[in-house]
């Protein structure tokens, strides 16, 4: 997929206020300083699309970026270690699980793990919740540049065995570096693809 326009829409802590049309939807989250904003625009090549910040929490809104004229990338909250009160953060809370319990036009979700971190047990129970609640979502392991390959792979291996604790197989996963624009190809490829699998259903 070529990327050709990515524009932003709307921001808000409303679900009720999200885009009304029923456009396909993807949404990225992912813990605080993850590194989704430099991702988002390392898949759009646009450099300022998705705000970046140094401190964790910069995004607290959803953010419904239309690409292609065709779908809707949607940049959600980090979760944890965000610097913000409790009350707030709750709020998120609320507003992101509406988001993923009420958007029919959600297709799927991208949950981004840092891939030099031993698996995190914030990230394990968000993916937890993921599958009670039957939402599709695929692993995005960023920071990729970060490590050399064997230690990638080794990474991986052990966030395998510990979902596969819980999980009876490994969600479908991305290595990404936003830096390298490793992965950009593999991601954009598979909502491609699941676009045209569900159109075809249709």
């Known amino acids: 997929m070529k ?3 990515a524009e932003f829409i709307v921001s808000n802590s409303d679900v009720a206020k999200c885009p009304k049309d029923m456009r396909f939807e993807y949404a990225f989250i992912g813990r605080s300083n993850v590194g989704k904003s430099s991702l988002i625009n390392m898949l759009t090549k646009h450099k300022n699309l998705a705000k970046t910040s140094g401190r964790p929490g910069k ?7 239309l690409i292609n004229k065709n779908w809707f990338l949607v940049d959600l909250p980090g979760y944890g270690y965000a610097r913000v009160s409790k009350s707030a953060k709750q709020k998120f809370q609320k507003f992101i699980t509406n988001y993923f319990e009420k958007r029919e036009q959600l297709i799927a979700a991208f949950v981004l793990v840092d891939i030099r971190h031993e698996p995190q047990k914030i990230d394990l ?4 919740w993921m599958g009670e609640k039957g939402i599709p979502f695929s692993i995005i392991f960023t920071k990729a540049d970060k490590l050399k390959p064997k230690a990638i792979d080794k990474h991986i291996e052990v966030y395998s065995n510990e979902i596969l604790k819980t999980w009876e197989e490994m969600p479908q996963h991305f290595v990404t570096s936003s830096s390298k624009s490793i992965g950009r190809d593999e991601v954009l490829q598979f909502i491609d693809d699941t676009n045209t699998q569900i159109k075809t259903l249709q």
Do not use: A, G
């Not at 995004?59 to 970026?65: A, Y």
């Not at 129970?125 to 937890?128: G, Y």
């Open 59 to 65: 995004t607290q809104l959803i953010n419904h970026f």
């Open 125 to 128: 129970e968000f993916m937890q």
């Open 3 to 5: 990327i050709k326009t």
